[in-house]
């Protein structure tokens, strides 16, 4: 077997169970299941660290216990909007400094600049292309 193919399926294995490939942490905040599913194994795949909030409290509470490099957010979460857990992540002095890529559904006029108002540093619009997200990420985490 192709020792590089071998490699390829083991990395996230790797990852996962965290044996030293990792070095920084995104918290993805996404109520679908599958699109969960996808931010993680893209995360993986990259080397990130990837924990998981599916509404805004969860998202609140592990931004302050986990300190993110770096945030994916949803726009559309259940009981609180995506806008609202970012002007409450950047509102605290211990949280404002993690950049916030807003990851949604709302492409109409407009809705960029109001994501990018709520304080969220990038704006990616769904279907996302994982270039796109990745190079997103990577502008923000150093």
Known sequence: MDPRIEFERTVPRLIYEGEGLMSKTVLVVEDDDLNMTVFREVLLAHGYICIEATDGAAAIRLAEERHPDLILMDM???????????????????????????????????????????????????????????????????
């Open 76 to 142: 559309q979460l259940p009981g609180v909007s995506g806008m609202d857990v970012t002007r409450t992540i950047k509102a605290s002095e211990d949280l404002r400094d993690i950049p916030v890529i807003a990851v949604t559904a709302f492409a109409a006029y407009g809705d960029e600049e109001r994501v990018r108002a709520s304080g969220c540093e990038d704006y990616l619009s769904k279907p996302v292309s994982i270039r796109h997200l990745i190079e997103a990420i990577e502008r923000h985490i150093e």
